[in-house]
């Protein structure tokens, strides 16, 4: 639907566009709104599997806010101050009465803060007022302005009346009524999600739950259940079946059948209104054709729309006779065809029941790559829309095209004193990005298929560049050699992204004054495209006048500037950049805070900019050979340096942050070793030299071995935690919870503010608490001299004693502080530029940056790739698809260069077995990826009218058993004979060339094979599909889904065999579309984040209550940057939906599980990774809200995508297999739950090893499945294989392993009793006396309990008394872990909060 809120270019800072949130369900469930339709989270710090999960961003900064809690009390005021802001944000709502015209009066609830555009909004979504666009609100007969706030409006309080008054048409809201009317008939179409366009995506969670779950519910209550449900799933969910059906991942929705109020709506070909019919008042002409086959034309006029007397080929403006002249369109429809009357009522009934996050638009386009064959039918709005590629009528905005550079900047100087201020600011920047966005995407459709003119037209296409819509669009080539030294085109297309990394960085640290360039990376047919807002006055000048900071020539001639130094070095300590001073042409030292590529440049508005951000971190030399320099030995050993396409590959912001705090405990663990030395004898001085000779240059190999000493359930939290700081928004306050935590965890006394002062005057970060306790374990007497070193290190180096300056001094030296006198690592981006000179009096430090670089790739292979497969030996990490295991990479700062190495390593792995699924998930990540590599040059050769026949060909070579695939070429008709050889193609996909014909499958996989050698430096020693699916154990479904999200493909959704060996899987009539892949910055709203966090704090230390106010709060204000969809959001009421079912809301889990689906759906996919884990989330809390059959099908829809998604063997599919069998267990289906939970019993004993208490667990399961079937010896093996591990990993005392002893003497009764009725009926024949045997169906609550064990939950009983119990409790663990005594492995304590509590 139109928004009306685009009127108003975000950078007027006082009207903010409003997202639809508020609209959506504000007509149904006003007092709900508020509340409801706004929420966000981060996905980490939870346990690992959400980690893995959750979108992109969501990694911020879990640790600080436990420390916010409970830490200092500074930060514990900034906190409470805080909340009070957000109270002053919640103003109390009133309710208005509003009277729109042949309706009656309704009420509406209203907050202070909304604008009247709002309650606008709320009416044209009303079933009653929909059709009504152009009116004003008045109150006592003055019109309200549009976008005054409410409060600011006198007169206006409770119960006041406010009349809608018809106001007469222009054009323009001619238009936007038309739009409007077209919106709400399509409004229940789904082909806007399939095509792609305006931010629609698809929902399927309807069809599974027979609309909304919690109306539904309470009907199907009444009498037994358990009669009605069909529980049999459909075969090829089973366990053990081997097909892989497509067609069920878009099941058929029966409200999409549309119904048809008109044939055709259309603009008429009469337009625009001659000059003397304009002074009639005459605006626009309609032709429309209902459904009754009567064929109308209608004027729209200042005062509504009536019918004239026009017809296909006659122009009479006149109106007919009767004119039925009506305000709206409906209205004049509704009169001239009864069909158009009742299916539009019985259309508007439908779409107010969807679910609203089924119908709100989400902040940035998903794209499905599969769709069925949709109809292709007329609509004038999608017509209109395509020719004046809405540019002349860009969102309806005053002075038309928006300039995108004003709108990005001064949202940016938006005030941030305050919270309002700051959800204001942020509010305004996620809009302008989320617009910005979707521009440059159209735009770069637009370029690439060559529908816009070159700025440099006389050019080669490949050197062409492109201005639309006031956004400057550059193709991903090596132009006039700029690259030539780094890669030529395999650096000009690695650059865009790493630009891209630079901008989102220095977005994130946010200094005032510094201002980078609105940024989008869009992949599309083979080419990337950069787009970027432009700088003012920069096209008017040469590039040579502007640049005043850095250099244009890599290095030959630099300048700098004092400003742009002062900006800058604000930005160099969260970024970790190092000042450092370079050689210009004449041999004149000049000062940097940055790379030397980094421009400064001031634009003709005074702003000054930075760009070409492609060096912002510095250089991973592990790809990047230097003459005449060795890498460290733990490098060379896994064959490092590497050669690489291009010399631009550098180190990720994650790896930097880890590697700091990795350095920073090392620092801590040498002053403190000093210290005790220096305690223990007082001839101190020579000492402490040889302890800093020894480790001057620290092994980075003998730090894992610290690492891997601890328990491996304090190990994955460590190193979850480490990368947890990765996207800091603030790294102040980061750094001061953080610190705050580990205050506590050093048991220094709260005076003194150790590593406070010290971590704020240092890097902006800190060691995560857990890491320190493994230290802590490995020294004895550590934690004191650790006092000791933090206090002595507090004062930034004014020591007091000189013996303790020294000790700071030697441990500075040992990690390579840059300072010395406290710790501060930094970086400098420009060692190992080619090109770059560094004048003599500074070659020790570059000596010194070089080595800290080849520590810091050493510290990625020796550390981050281990401690990677660690946390998916343990399941901290359980990446399910290509993209899931990319982010379990990228969290730990590993770029996806290295999958050939993780791989290998996993290879030597002693424990590979257990690690299957993640190699399996990576060898189908690295041959697709090394697929799309050769895709991408491939399909720079075909020209446009071949595209879906090469697509379809390369497929085929690709998936496809058939061994001769042969292309088909376009049939010669539309080849024009006489073809002019004289035109140079001016399109960049314009080739006339048939090569992509003639690629074979055999030459295909040789040239995946050579890629896997020359990008991954893998070996793949296969040559067809078929043999590495049978080597891999790879799926072709699961192939062609990787390929074509990667890719941008859509593909027809039906059955493919892709096994015959006569004839291919795909044809081009398979090809539906192929879409953009789309790289930009998500903007983030912090404060909301904060309060996420503190929320996730307070959970974990068991404050459940206030946890949830807290997260509540967070909620609103995600809802208020971020509109009501968002990535954030979902992980937010995901959370909030465990605490409301921990706390025994359950009706209240079940809502808000439901919007976390839905939004998991709308925002990441339908079968993305995350979605299946909201399914399950879904059906355990239908279960308990007694809605069974529900529950199986939700978890059977799960079952289906997971195996879409990542086949059967994955440790995922024990936990969905035991939750089916459980449910299955308690409709007793006895035989069905049987073949689950053997599954479960299988798979949970292939990744979790034979002593793992998860497999005792899935032996009772069994166990009491075999009960309830009355086989007593199959039940009494399994419970004894389970009792078994509990005696063996727990002890004979331990409450499981005596409940596992009361069942097996409870079932050794039962088999007796069996065993002597049946002697009985043998003995004595028919007239034998049994006695009643008790064979039970499990009751719903021991399945409940048993269900919520698998899924990590445990219940509180939550009186006061048992809250402090529980408090005390979590402290006394608390303090045994800090001694490092609590070794007791952690899935069995029941109070073990860090376990159950959490969000999954």
């Not at 009960?1267 to 093996?1277: I, N, P, T, V």
């Amino acid at each position: 639907m139109v928004s009306k809120t685009d009127d108003i270019p975000a950078s007027v800072p006082n009207c903010n566009p409003v997202d639809l949130a508020e609209a959506g369900d504000g007509a149904q469930d006003s007092k709900d709104t508020s509340k409801t339709s706004l929420k966000d989270s981060c996905g980490c710090g939870h346990s690992a599997d959400t980690a893995m999960v959750n979108g992109d961003g969501a990694h911020g900064h879990a640790e600080e806010a436990e420390s916010k809690q409970d830490g200092n009390g500074e930060a514990d005021g900034g906190e409470e101050s805080n909340e009070q802001e957000v109270i002053v944000i919640q103003d109390t709502g009133f309710t208005v009465k509003i009277q729109a015209p042949g309706t009656e009066p309704f009420d509406l609830q209203v907050s202070p803060q909304e604008m009247v555009q709002e309650i606008h909004q709320v009416l044209m979504d009303r079933e009653d007022t929909c059709h009504r666009t152009c009116f004003s609100l008045q109150l006592d007969g003055n019109v309200l302005d549009n976008f005054a706030e409410l409060k600011s409006i006198e007169g206006l309080q409770e119960g006041s009346l406010l009349k809608v008054v018809e106001e007469p048409y222009t054009v323009r809201e001619a238009r936007i009524h038309v739009r409007h009317i077209r919106d709400l008939l399509k409004s229940l179409d789904p082909s806007d999600a399939y095509n792609g366009v305006d931010c629609n995506s698809l929902s399927f969670l309807s069809i599974f739950t027979d609309g909304d779950l919690g109306d539904s519910g309470k009907r199907k209550k009444k009498g037994n259940e358990l009669e009605q449900i069909d529980c049999t799933p459909p075969e090829h969910i089973l366990p053990g079946s081997k097909e892989r059906p497509l067609v069920p991942l878009q099941p058929q929705n029966k409200d999409w059948k549309p119904m048809q109020c008109l044939k055709v709506l259309t603009m008429s070909g009469w337009n625009p209104p001659p000059g003397n019919r304009k002074m009639h008042g005459d605006l626009m002409y309609l032709y429309i054709v209902t459904v009754e086959e009567r064929h109308v034309s209608v004027t729209a006029s200042t005062r509504g729309f009536y019918l004239n007397q026009s017809t296909t080929y006659t122009f009479n403006p006149k109106p007919a006779n009767p004119s039925f002249l009506s305000h709206s369109l409906v209205e004049l429809l509704s009169q001239i065809s009864p069909a158009f009357k009742k299916n539009f009522t019985a259309l508007q009934k439908k779409r107010v029941q969807r679910h609203p996050f089924e119908r709100i638009a989400t902040p940035f386009q998903v794209y499905s790559w599969t769709a069925p064959q949709v109809d292709h039918a007329m609509d004038c709005v999608r017509a209109e829309d395509a020719y004046t590629s809405r540019l002349g009528y860009e969102e309806h905005i005053p002075g038309q095209t928006r300039d995108w550079n004003e709108e990005l900047q001064t949202t940016r100087e938006l005030p941030r004193k305050n919270l309002p201020e700051r959800l204001l600011r942020e509010r305004a920047i996620f809009k302008v990005h989320s617009d910005f966005a979707a521009a440059a995407t159209r735009g770069a459709m637009a370029v690439i298929d060559g529908n816009v003119m070159a700025i440099n037209p006389g050019e080669e296409t490949r050197m062409q560049m492109f201005i639309w819509n006031n956004i400057f669009f550059s193709l991903g080539f090596d132009v006039r050699d700029h690259y030539r030294e780094l890669g030529g085109d395999a650096a000009a297309h690695a650059a865009p992204t790493n630009d891209l990394n630079g901008v989102r960085a220095y977005g994130a640290v946010d200094v005032e004054g510094l201002y980078t360039l609105g940024t989008v990376v869009v992949d599309y047919r083979g080419y990337r495209v950069t787009a970027q807002s432009i700088i003012p006055g920069i096209l008017e000048r040469e590039q040579e006048q502007s640049v005043i900071y850095g250099s244009i020539d890599f290095g030959k001639t630099v300048v700098s500037h004092s400003k742009y130094l002062e900006l800058l070095e604000k930005t160099s300590r969260p970024l970790k950049v190092q000042r450092h001073n370079v050689l210009n042409e004449k041999n004149e030292t000049v000062e940097l805070c940055s790379s030397v590529e980094c421009k400064g440049i001031i634009g003709n508005d005074g702003r000054h900019y930075i760009l070409d951000l492609l060096r912002t971190f510095p250089p991973d030399l592990n790809f990047l050979p230097v003459d005449g320099e060795e890498l460290p030995p733990e490098s060379q050993r896994q064959g490092f340096p590497r050669q690489h396409r291009h010399r631009l590959a550098c180190l990720r912001q994650e790896l930097i942050e880890a590697f700091v705090e990795h350095r920073y405990l090392l620092f801590m663990k040498m002053a403190a070793l000093q210290l005790m030395q220096q305690k223990a004898n007082k001839d101190t001085k020579t000492d402490a030299l040889a302890i800093t000779e020894t480790s001057e240059t620290p092994s980075e190999s003998n730090a894992d071995t610290t690492q891997t000493q601890t328990t491996a359930s304090e190990s994955s939290s460590a190193t979850e935690a480490s990368t947890d700081n990765t996207s800091q928004t603030d790294n102040s306050t980061s750094a001061a919870s953080e610190a705050a935590t580990d205050g506590e965890e050093s048991s220094s006394k709260p005076t003194t503010n150790g590593p406070l002062d010290l971590t704020t005057t240092q890097n902006g970060e800190c060691k995560s608490p857990l890491e320190g306790k493994e230290l802590e374990e490995s020294i004895p007497g550590l934690a004191q001299a650790k006092e000791l070193a933090e206090t002595l290190v507090a004062e930034d180096g004014s020591c007091i004693d000189p013996k303790s300056r020294e000790v700071v001094l030697n441990a500075c030296k040992a990690v390579g502080s840059i300072s010395n006198t406290s710790f501060d690592i930094r970086f400098n981006p420009d060692i190992f530029s080619p090109g770059v000179r560094f004048p003599d009096d500074s070659t020790d430090d570059v000596q010194k940056q070089k080595q800290l670089l080849k520590d810091a790739a050493a510290f990625l292979v020796s550390c981050q790739i281990p401690s990677l497969v660690k946390d998916c030996l343990d399941h901290s990490a359980l990446p399910m698809d290509g993209a899931t295991l990319t982010e379990a990479l990228h969290q730990r700062g590993i770029n996806v260069r290295y999958l050939g190495s993780v791989l290998e390593f996993v290879d030597k792995t002693p424990a590979k077995a257990q690690l299957e699924h993640f190699y399996r998930i990576g060898i189908s990540e690295l041959i697709t990826r090394c697929a799309k590599h050769i895709f991408k040059t491939y399909l720079q050769g075909v020209e446009l009218s071949a595209l879906s026949a090469a697509v379809s060909h390369f497929l085929n070579c690709f998936l496809s058993s058939f061994p001769d695939a042969v292309a088909h070429l376009p049939p010669d008709e539309l080849v024009s004979r006489r073809k002019s050889r004289k035109r140079r193609n001016r399109v960049p996909g314009g080739g006339d060339n048939t090569a992509w014909a003639s690629l074979t499958p055999n030459e295909l996989w040789k040239n995946i094979a050579s890629e896997a050698q020359s990008y991954y430096h893998f070996t793949i020693q296969c040559e067809s599909v078929d043999q590495v699916v049978e080597k891999y154990g790879l799926q072709k479904t699961t192939l062609l889904r990787e390929i074509s999200i990667k890719t941008g493909i859509q593909i027809l959704i039906k059955e493919y065999n892709f096994d015959s060996r006569h004839k291919p899987a795909f044809t081009e009539e398979d090809i539906l579309n192929i879409f953009p892949v789309v790289k930009h910055v998500n903007p983030k709203a912090s404060d909301a984040f904060h309060f996420f966090q503190s929320g996730q704090a307070k959970v974990q230390q068991g404050f459940l209550k206030e946890g949830c106010e807290l997260i509540n709060e967070a909620l609103n204000l995600f809802n208020n940057v971020y509109g009501a969809m968002h990535v954030e959001i979902c992980a937010c009421l995901r959370l909030l939906a465990r605490l409301n079912y921990i706390m025994g809301d359950h009706p209240e889990a079940l809502s808000n599980q439901q919007k976390a689906v839905l939004m998991s759906e709308r925002v990441l996919g339908i079968e993305h990774p995350n979605t299946i884990q909201e399914y399950m989330h879904l059906a355990l809390y239908c279960f308990a809200n007694g809605q069974l059959s529900t529950a199986l099908k939700l978890l059977y829809r799960a079952r289906y995508l997971m195996l879409l998604v990542s086949g059967e063997d994955h440790p995922e599919m024990a936990l969905l297999d035991s939750n089916i069998g459980l449910v299955l267990h308690g409709v007793m289906e006895y035989d069905l739950s049987l073949r689950f939970l053997e599954n479960a019993l299988t798979i949970n004993t292939k990744y979790h090893g034979l002593r793992s208490l998860k497999v005792a667990l899935s032996h009772h399961l069994v166990a009491r499945v075999y009960e309830s079937k009355a086989e007593f010896r199959s039940a009494l093996q399994h419970e004894k294989e389970g009792y078994t591990i509990y005696k063996n990993q727990m002890g004979e005392a331990h409450e499981k392993t005596k409940e596992s002893s009361e069942y097996l003497k409870y079932l050794t009764q039962q088999a007796v009793a069996l065993q002597r009725t049946m002697n009985e009926i043998y003995k004595n024949g028919s007239n034998a006396s049994i006695m009643p045997l008790k064979f039970t169906a499990p009751s719903m609550a021991s399945v409940l309990e048993q269900l919520n064990i698998i899924n990590g939950i445990i219940f509180i009983p939550l009186s006061q008394k048992d809250l402090e119990n529980l408090k005390a409790e979590v402290q006394r663990r608390q303090q045994l872990q800090e001694l490092g005594k609590s070794e007791e492995p952690t899935e069995d304590s029941p109070l073990e909060l860090e376990d159950k509590i959490p969000i999954d």
